[in-house]
């Protein structure tokens, strides 16, 4: 039902453990994709050994283009969701299974992109949903339904990430 990305660059596996971990708790998380946009593929092996689905891209496109390689394989394996992760974020356990259940309850939701507030200490479900008639903030009209996402073209648009 969810599956999740994560953009490495020059990340070490110890770095990217909690991340990952945090999301193998969770039993809504079906699959992992990290995309290595490092020069070497350094994490090739620690990834295997993880079960990730790694995709080493050493052309390092960026962050949004490389996040849209896992979006795109999640959209052609019938993913719902997909979940959009820095390296430095994890959370707690209950968190991904309580926002899953608040979007499957909240159909409404997944028209616009959801940011995260940001907060003290470990990851806790905290979310500012943006009404209606929010002017400046991008919708999801000509994304495929269901795929709750940031694209790389959307985010650097957002007044939010501007003003952050």
Not at 116 to 132: N, Q, S
Not at 137 to 151: D, E, K, N, Q, V
């Given at each position: 039902m969810l599956s999740a990305s994560i953009v490495a660059y020059k990340?070490?596996?110890?770095?990217?453990?909690?991340?990952?971990?945090?999301?193998?708790?969770?039993?809504?998380?079906?699959?992992?994709?990290?995309?290595?946009?490092?020069?070497?593929?350094?994490?090739?092996?620690?990834?295997?050994?993880?079960?990730?689905?790694?995709?080493?891209?050493?052309?390092?496109?960026?962050?949004?283009?490389?996040?849209?390689?896992?979006?795109?394989?999640?959209?052609?394996?019938g993913q719902k969701y997909h979940l959009v992760l820095n390296p430095?974020?994890?959370?707690?356990?209950?968190?991904?299974?309580?926002?899953?259940n608040f979007m499957e309850s909240s159909p409404a939701t997944g028209?616009?992109?959801?940011?995260?507030?940001?907060?003290?200490?470990?990851?806790?479900?905290?979310?500012?949903?943006?009404?209606?008639?929010?002017?400046?903030?991008?919708?999801?009209?000509?994304?495929?339904?269901?795929?709750?996402?940031?694209?790389?073209?959307?985010?650097?648009?957002?007044?939010?990430?501007?003003?952050?």
């Amino acid at each position: 039902m969810l599956s999740a990305s994560i953009v490495a660059y020059k990340h070490t596996d110890t770095e990217l453990l909690k991340p990952i971990r945090s999301l193998r708790n969770a039993t809504c998380v079906d699959e992992i994709h990290l995309i290595d946009n490092s020069p070497t593929d350094a994490l090739r092996a620690w990834a295997e050994r993880e079960r990730l689905s790694y995709h080493f891209n050493p052309a390092n496109p960026g962050y949004g283009a490389a996040h849209n390689i896992a979006i795109r394989k999640s959209l052609t394996a019938g993913q719902k969701y997909h979940l959009v992760l820095n390296p430095d974020v994890y959370f707690a356990p209950g968190t991904l299974e309580d926002l899953l259940n608040f979007m499957e309850s909240s159909p409404a939701t997944g028209r616009r992109l959801v940011f995260p507030d940001f907060f003290r200490g470990p990851v806790t479900a905290r979310f500012r949903w943006k009404g209606r008639n929010s002017p400046g903030w991008p919708t999801f009209s000509s994304f495929p339904a269901g795929i709750r996402s940031l694209c790389g073209t959307v985010w650097f648009r957002s007044r939010w990430s501007i003003s952050w």
